[in-house]
């Protein structure tokens, strides 16, 4: 059976005075973004302008914290580790990535969609630290050989609980057929973390202290803040949010008792989709300067960005800015911010679209779906007069 949601109380959650810049979606759970301009304002994303999502309360975990790693494979079937452990026994790794779970407000102009109604700004670029999951696994026995690699789970377990496939935790290519280019190409290190830090700082409450999972090229759900607990299995996660939530249900599902036909028959999303967005201008249209007036946005994409000025009639190319991030051999799987100067037309929206590599294009039409997930169409303006987006 999979997990239901339970009541839930929120008497200890952080202190969030230094986080009064983000739109509160909800208060209880805590669901904030930035605004569109204070998202584009810097590269790396600082705290204050990093979205939070969170399905329940935020629990008050102490430094030495531990977790439990059992299931196939595990020697002694079960083991514990401290926090303490993953900082003390294995090298500190360093990944850059966008975490996101974004732009559901687009579904739901088009129909009524279930959950937070997110902006285009539930996403944020981070630099996370802490150890590789995979070396903690091969220390514990799990490896490669393993006769079937089925599928990691990894679990926190109040109200929230993931899992992604065994073999993005460990960075193994099992050919084509199995896993798609992208995933074989990007990730030949196995860069999913047990993260301790953000941006240099120990995790916030919010973002997951004492530890939490970190999945470059996932959707941000897969991200388990909070562990307790990892196990090796040869299913996924019974969870609420992996079984009945973050999948993209047919069109005609437009209720619960219809969504309820297809939660077992929908595969969970893995890897986001190509995206970027207009955030400067904020309602995403001309500004009283018509000619090559500056836009700025985000791409998640490693190839091409087009602007246009005039509702996509025509369009031109940004420039993409993706730095090599330090000196601690950071691994790259963050977003692109970019600029682009178009001339743009009173009242017509202004418009981006991302290319990536293997030919995925942004639409400008969103596809709708019950839970709105995934959203990835053209932004839609705010202020257009003829809108129906
Ligand atoms: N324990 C726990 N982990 C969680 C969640 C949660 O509610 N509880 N939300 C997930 C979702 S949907 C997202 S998008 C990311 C958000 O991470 P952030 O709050 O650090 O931005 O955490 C993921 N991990
Ligand atoms: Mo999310």
């Avoid at 977790?67 to 079960?78: A, D, P, T, Y």
């Avoid at 001339?343 to 294009?361: E, H, K, P, Q």
Wanted: charged share 25%; hydrophobic share 35%.
């Amino acid at each position: 059976m999979a997990q239901s949601k339970r009541i839930l109380e929120y008497p200890n959650e952080p202190d969030r005075q230094s986080l009064s810049a983000l739109l509160v979606r909800k208060n209880a759970p805590f669901n904030a973004e930035p605004t569109p301009p204070d998202l584009v304002k810097n590269y790396i994303t600082p705290i204050q302008y990093f979205f939070c999502r969170s399905h329940g309360p935020i629990p008050d975990l102490q430094d030495d914290h531990t977790f439990v790693i059992n299931g196939l494979g595990v020697r002694g079937k079960e083991q514990t580790w401290s926090v303490k452990d993953i900082k003390q026994k294995y090298d500190k790794k360093y990944v850059m990535m966008a975490m996101q779970g974004n732009r559901r407000d687009g579904l739901h102009r088009v129909k009524h969609t279930k959950g937070v109604i997110w902006g285009p700004c539930a996403i944020g670029n981070g630099v996370y630290a802490g150890c590789r999951l995979k070396d903690v696994l091969e220390s514990v026995g799990v490896t490669k050989d393993l006769p079937d690699l089925g599928r990691l789970h990894c679990e926190e377990d109040v109200c929230y609980g993931s899992s992604i496939p065994l073999t993005k935790a460990l960075g193994v290519s099992l050919g084509l057929a199995l896993i798609n280019t992208a995933t074989t190409y990007r990730d030949p290190f196995g860069d999913v973390l047990l993260a301790y830090e953000m941006n240099g700082e120990p995790l916030t409450r919010d973002h997951g202290h004492p530890l939490r999972v970190v999945v470059p090229g996932y959707i941000g759900a897969r991200s388990v803040k909070f562990l307790k607990s990892i196990t090796i299995q040869g299913f996924e996660s019974e969870a609420f949010y992996q079984r009945r939530d973050y999948k993209i249900l047919p069109q005609h599902a437009k209720k619960e008792d219809q969504a309820e036909l297809f939660w077992s028959k929908m595969p969970s999303i893995g890897e986001y989709n190509v995206q970027s967005y207009v955030c400067d201008p904020a309602d995403g249209l001309h500004s009283g300067q018509t000619k090559n007036q500056v836009v700025q946005g985000y791409a998640l994409s490693d190839s091409l960005l087009d602007v246009s000025g005039n509702d996509g009639k025509t369009w031109v190319e940004a420039s993409l800015y993706q730095p090599a991030a330090d000196g601690k051999a950071t691994h790259v799987w963050g977003w692109c911010t970019w600029t682009a100067r178009v001339d743009t037309v009173d009242n017509v929206r202004i418009v981006c679209r991302a290319v990536d590599s293997s030919g995925n294009i942004q639409q400008e039409q969103p596809v709708w779906n019950y839970r709105g997930v995934m959203n990835n169409s053209w932004r839609t303006a705010d202020k257009r007069p003829d809108a129906v987006l």
